[in-house]
Structure formats: structure tokens, C-alpha cells
């Protein structure tokens, strides 16, 4: 069923370390009550929750007859702006384990109620995931981390974090403790620590996808571009093999980037066909494998 409405709420609420997770909440606009599944989306490096095609996106799974919570991650360096990173001290320290636990905090404050909504209930017994890039490689340590999680689906996720740092990086972070990072898209120079690194190398086995997609038994679909040129495809077709899952697919779209042929911002008033295609796909799975 369709819902031609939604109802958009935002709120935040605090990470283990105090910091503010800012989440939408979007739920389809029915009737009458009832409890509906629901489905966290995670956003990429140097991303963010309002990112380009991403809240249309969510729209639509909701109207799909969900609820969706997209969240900002506490460190991704995106502040009160929503779309800038105009907090920096933060994204510096952005560690896989933080992002982990934030998607945690996610999961408890919808237990709590303290995410919800009047009309609907949050059926937090049922929830699925999506994350994009490096949210594709957190997606999957949660669903490993966090049995609320149902279902998986990945867009264009990492495999394993480990093998994206650069030579470069690793002189920097040992010389200086410090590398930098560019915002292709704004040209912002953001500083990373070392101990972003350290701690992806110290708990690996608990941090990447790749290992801990091996413990995941629940519907899983990873998705990526052919023509991707951040994130190789391969990564995907490594996660889909290592997947134990009875109920799994890999779907490789051709002529298709990093982000489905989608920008920031994103004004069009239809989705591109390959994003379209990679949206059909994601709500077709929820609902035969999340709604059922």
C-alpha cells in the first residue's frame, strides 16, 4: 500500500559522548493507527543525513509504508547548518567505533519512545537498515552489533575500511598525528587524527564489514555502481560472497557512480533512472522481507 502523505518531524538526541544525534523522523500519514517497521539510513563519509537525492529518497520508503529515521552521525562535522561542516573538532575524530555506537543510541532512544511519533507506533522489533559508502560498511557492523536489525541494504558500501587509508595518510598520522582530508565538493580542508585510525586498526574485528558481514543471517541486498569510482564494486560482490545469508542478492546497476548519478544539492523533480532503479530495488526488499 501507498501513502500518498507523510508527516516529516525533526529532533535530536544525545550520543554516549553527550553530542547531538540530529535524526528526521518520517512517517506515512494513515487513517488510523498502527505500528509499522521501521528504517534507519546512514549516511557516507563527508555526508550527511540531507545530503543531495537522500531525504526524496526517504520520502518515498516512507510512503512505502514505513517509518524512516535518517540521522546525522554526532561526528561527522555537519552542525546546526544541517548541510555544512561547520564543526571540524568534531569530524576530526570521527571513528568507526563512535558511528557504531551511535546507530545504538538510535536503536535505544526508539525503544524509549524517546524517538516517536503520535500517530504511529515505531515497531523497533522490526527495523531495517540502509547506509551508503562508509554507512554501507556501518550498516553492517550494526546488523552484526544490534539484533533489533532485520534487514540489510548497502549502497555502494566499503568492504573493509582498513585498505582506504593511503600511504599518505598513514606518513601524516605517524609524523604529525594528523593528515588532511579535501571536500571535492566544497574545497574544505578538514584535519583528521590518528586516532581515527588506531582505533579502525586496534578493534578491526569488531569495526569491519567484512569480518563481521560473516555473522549476519538476515535478508541482506548490496547494491553498487558499475561505473563506480570512490567505492570499486568489487567491494560489494566481496561482502555478497562472505554473506552467510539464505536470503541475499547483489545488484550491480550499469552506468552508475558513486552516488547513482545524484548530486548535492539536488533541485530535479525526478530521481535519474539508475537512482530510480536503485530505490525500486531497496523499497521491493523491505517490503517483501521487513513487511511480511
Same mark, same amino acid.
Given at each position: 500500500?501507498?501513502?500518498? +502523505?507523510? +508527516?516529516?518531524?525533526?529532533?535530536? &538526541?544525545? +550520543?554516549?559522548?553527550?553530542?547531538?544525534?540530529?535524526?528526521?523522523?518520517?512517517?506515512?500519514?494513515?487513517?488510523?493507527?498502527?505500528?509499522?517497521?521501521?528504517?534507519?539510513? &546512514?549516511?557516507?563519509?563527508? #555526508?550527511?543525513? @540531507?545530503?543531495?537525492?537522500?531525504?526524496?529518497?526517504?520520502?518515498?520508503?516512507?510512503?512505502?509504508?514505513?517509518?524512516?529515521?535518517?540521522?546525522?552521525?554526532?561526528?561527522? #562535522?555537519? #552542525?546546526?547548518?544541517?548541510?555544512?561542516? @561547520?564543526?571540524?573538532?568534531?569530524? *576530526?575524530?570521527?571513528?568507526?567505533?563512535? @558511528?557504531?555506537?551511535?546507530?545504538?543510541?538510535?536503536?535505544?532512544?526508539?525503544?524509549?519512545?524517546?524517538?516517536?511519533?503520535?500517530?504511529?507506533?515505531?515497531?523497533?522489533?522490526?527495523?531495517?537498515?540502509? #547506509? /551508503?559508502? =562508509?554507512?554501507? /560498511?556501518?550498516?553492517?557492523?550494526?546488523?552484526?552489533?544490534?539484533?533489533?536489525?532485520?534487514?540489510?541494504?548497502?549502497?555502494?558500501?566499503?568492504?573493509?575500511?582498513?585498505? *582506504?587509508?593511503?600511504?599518505?595518510?598513514?606518513? $601524516?598520522?605517524?609524523?604529525?598525528?594528523?593528515?588532511?582530508?579535501?571536500?571535492? =565538493?566544497?574545497?574544505?580542508?578538514?584535519?583528521?587524527?590518528?586516532?581515527?585510525?588506531?582505533?579502525?586498526?586496534?578493534?578491526? $574485528?569488531?569495526?569491519?564489514?567484512?569480518?563481521?558481514?560473516?555473522?549476519?543471517?538476515?535478508? +541482506?541486498?548490496?547494491?553498487?555502481?558499475?561505473? $563506480?569510482?570512490?567505492?570499486?564494486?568489487? $567491494?560489494?560482490?566481496?561482502?555478497?560472497?562472505?554473506?552467510?545469508?539464505e536470503e541475499k542478492e547483489i545488484r550491480l546497476i550499469e552506468n552508475a557512480g558513486h552516488t547513482f548519478e545524484t548530486s548535492h544539492p539536488f533541485e530535479d523533480e525526478d530521481f535519474p533512472p539508475v537512482f530510480t532503479q536503485v530505490l525500486n530495488l531497496t523499497e521491493g526488499w523491505f517490503l517483501d522481507h521487513l513487511r511480511k
Amino acid at each position: 500500500m501507498s501513502y500518498s +502523505s507523510i +508527516s516529516k518531524n525533526r529532533g535530536q &538526541i544525545l +550520543s554516549t559522548e553527550n553530542l547531538p544525534i540530529h535524526y528526521d523522523l518520517l512517517v506515512p500519514v494513515m487513517p488510523t493507527p498502527a505500528a509499522l517497521p521501521v528504517i534507519l539510513f &546512514i549516511h557516507g563519509f563527508k #555526508g550527511f543525513k @540531507d545530503w543531495g537525492a537522500f531525504p526524496d529518497a526517504c520520502e518515498e520508503l516512507a510512503r512505502a509504508g514505513f517509518v524512516v529515521v535518517a540521522f546525522n552521525l554526532s561526528l561527522n #562535522g555537519v #552542525g546546526e547548518s544541517m548541510t555544512d561542516f @561547520d564543526e571540524p573538532e568534531l569530524f *576530526r575524530r570521527q571513528t568507526l567505533s563512535q @558511528d557504531l555506537e551511535d546507530v545504538g543510541s538510535v536503536i535505544r532512544a526508539i525503544k524509549k519512545k524517546e524517538i516517536s511519533n503520535q500517530k504511529v507506533m515505531l515497531n523497533s522489533d522490526k527495523i531495517g537498515i540502509i #547506509g /551508503h559508502s =562508509r554507512g554501507g /560498511h556501518t550498516a553492517i557492523t550494526a546488523a552484526a552489533e544490534y539484533p533489533e536489525i532485520q534487514c540489510l541494504v548497502t549502497w555502494a558500501a566499503v568492504a573493509d575500511y582498513n585498505t *582506504r587509508w593511503s600511504s599518505k595518510m598513514i606518513e $601524516d598520522w605517524n609524523k604529525k598525528g594528523v593528515t588532511e582530508i579535501k571536500n571535492s =565538493r566544497t574545497g574544505q580542508i578538514l584535519p583528521m587524527d590518528k586516532d581515527v585510525y588506531d582505533d579502525a586498526i586496534q578493534n578491526a $574485528d569488531r569495526l569491519m564489514a567484512i569480518k563481521r558481514v560473516q555473522e549476519i543471517y538476515i535478508p +541482506s541486498m548490496f547494491i553498487a555502481g558499475k561505473n $563506480d569510482e570512490a567505492v570499486p564494486y568489487k $567491494d560489494s560482490e566481496k561482502l555478497y560472497r562472505k554473506s552467510p545469508a539464505e536470503e541475499k542478492e547483489i545488484r550491480l546497476i550499469e552506468n552508475a557512480g558513486h552516488t547513482f548519478e545524484t548530486s548535492h544539492p539536488f533541485e530535479d523533480e525526478d530521481f535519474p533512472p539508475v537512482f530510480t532503479q536503485v530505490l525500486n530495488l531497496t523499497e521491493g526488499w523491505f517490503l517483501d522481507h521487513l513487511r511480511k
